[in-house]
């Protein structure tokens, strides 16, 4: 899949599952029960040690799937990055932003999708090809920023992450974002085992997202 249709795909879902868990196990379960509700893409945090070989066995589960996008998060450097696509990792996503890794990805063809708080921050990312600007965390500036963002930089793809809930959705698509992450929600239910529940949320979410646009 080419970059621009990874990204196409992302925009038109409008919701990244972001998963962590605490091992192989636990994190294959959490992405599958997402899956299951509908939310089908998926960002494989590397702040589980198993994020690698998490990426290829997802891959590997759902190659019949086009629907289904497995990525690589919390991903803070360049050789990170390159074990990630190697893996599979479909798109790269961090919560800063990295030059290094901006031209790796460019170089293999992933979209790199790195959190930025600021315009400078912003412009910058955009500058070295990211399309897609993760606006990380979102719970520190609310939906109100990102029209302050687009108002000089009304080109600005915008996915946030951190403090997104079912019922703040459509807050921020009206502010104008293209996607939201999530998480926190999901990956605590994991830590419980409630993956019945966890399929319940994430559907809740899908429904979220296609209700806001």
């Given at each position: 899949m080419r970059k621009s249709e990874v990204l196409t795909c992302l925009r038109q879902q409008g919701v990244v599952a972001v998963i962590r868990g605490e091992s192989l196990e636990e994190g294959i379960a959490i992405s599958k029960a997402c899956i299951q509700g509908g939310l089908t893409a998926i960002e494989?945090?590397?702040?589980?040690?198993?994020?690698?070989?998490?990426?290829?066995?997802?891959?590997?589960?759902?190659?019949?799937?086009?629907?289904?996008?497995?990525?690589?998060?919390?991903?803070?450097?360049?050789?990170?990055?390159?074990?990630?696509?190697l893996a599979g990792a479909k798109y790269i996503v961090s919560p800063s932003f990295d030059n290094d890794t901006a031209i790796l990805c460019n170089r293999y063809g992933v979209p790199y999708v790195p959190g930025c708080m600021t315009i400078k921050e912003i412009v910058t990312a955009m500058e070295v090809g990211s399309e897609l600007i993760k606006l990380f965390p979102g719970?520190?500036?609310?939906?109100?920023?990102?029209?302050?963002?687009?108002?000089?930089?009304?080109?600005?793809?915008?996915?946030?992450?951190?403090?997104?809930?079912?019922?703040?959705?459509?807050?921020?698509?009206?502010?104008?974002?293209d996607a939201v992450?999530?998480?926190?929600?999901?990956n605590k239910l994991g830590a419980k085992g409630q993956w019945d529940e966890i399929t319940r949320v994430a559907a809740q979410y899908v429904q979220a997202v296609k209700e806001a646009r």
């Open positions: 494989m945090a590397y702040t589980n040690a198993n994020a690698s070989q998490i990426i290829k066995e997802l891959n590997a589960m759902y190659q019949d799937n086009p629907e289904v996008l497995i990525g690589a998060g919390t991903v803070l450097d360049a050789p990170t990055a390159r074990n990630a696509i719970s520190a500036f609310g939906p109100s920023y990102v029209g302050a963002i687009q108002s000089p930089l009304p080109q600005a793809s915008i996915m946030v992450t951190g403090g997104v809930k079912v019922d703040n959705v459509k807050q921020w698509f009206d502010a104008g974002v992450g999530v998480g926190g929600e999901l």
